[in-house]
């Protein structure tokens, strides 16, 4: 991590929980389990920018960088579920397919263990039903 990247990861972590303590100071003793229904999705073009352009210009797209950390919380297993179900939902909305999503699951089986890729595909399964509910 270069210098200018660890400033502004610092600072939007300190403004993170200014706003989580302006929003609601009770958040601040909020445990992680169903975090991730307190923050919406991205739009594309935001995650784009964000994860495509700002931080590695030159490197990967948003598309191919959440599929990258879908793969590294799968092999995380339990420990990282509402991480794991956040990254689906945005690596969907960053243009990724269910089965481009199933297929990188199904991968880290050999990484993670058969058990953490079932309970990832599980959760997949479960973002993808939430995301068809909430489609017009």
Do not use: C
């Not at 929980?17 to 169903?34: C, D, I, Y």
């Not at 210009?57 to 590294?72: M, N, P, S, Y």
């Not at 960053?94 to 890729?117: C, D, H, L, N």
């Amino acid at each position: 991590m270069n210098e200018d990247f660890a400033k502004l990861f610092k600072t939007m972590m300190e403004q993170s929980q200014e706003m989580v303590r302006a929003f609601n100071p009770a958040l601040e003793s909020l445990t992680v389990k169903g975090l991730e229904n307190y923050f919406p999705t991205m739009t594309k073009d935001m995650m784009e920018m964000w994860f495509g352009r700002t931080f590695n210009r030159e490197g990967l797209d948003a598309k191919t960088r959440l599929l990258v950390t879908i793969a590294a919380l799968t092999v995380l297993g339990a420990h990282a579920e509402p991480q794991l179900k956040l990254a689906i939902r945005h690596a969907l909305e960053a243009g990724a397919t269910k089965r481009e999503i199933a297929e990188v699951i199904w991968q880290m089986s050999m990484f993670g263990g058969v058990p953490a890729m079932q309970k990832a595909l599980e959760l997949a399964q479960a973002v993808f039903a939430e995301t068809e509910e909430k489609a017009p």
